[in-house]
């Protein structure tokens, strides 16, 4: 009986090790994965940089699995669209996600 709470303690803290190396493990990319969306944030950001009308210091650009991550802040509404239209219109891009603030 003495012992009983000390091995179902380890028993858990045990589990709950393994379970979260098991989450860790499910967000990881492949090699192939990484380089391609290191690319697809590099030719955002690269015309963002070019385009007059998107204040690219302002909008940080994240990629995972081709899906464009946007998030910043933004003059106007027509700054957040463009951003958004130059992030979907890269080659190799799925999808865009959208969490740029307006805030003139």
Do not use: H, W
């Not at 012992?3 to 393994?18: C, M, R």
């Not at 690219?56 to 957040?80: D, R």
Request: charged share 20%; net charge positive.
């Amino acid at each position: 009986m003495k012992y009983a709470s000390a091995i179902a303690f380890a028993l858990l803290t045990g589990a709950t090790i393994v379970s979260t190396g098991c989450s860790v493990a499910r967000d990881q990319q492949t090699v192939g994965s990484y380089v391609d969306d290191a690319g697809i944030t590099t030719a955002v950001k690269a015309k963002m940089a070019e385009d007059k009308g998107v204040s690219a210091a302002a909008i940080s650009v994240e990629t995972l699995n081709g899906t464009v991550q946007l998030s910043g802040f933004a003059k106007s509404q027509a700054e957040k669209d463009r951003a958004e239209s130059i992030a979907r219109t890269t080659k190799n891009v799925r999808g865009v996600r959208n969490s740029i603030v307006v805030r003139p």
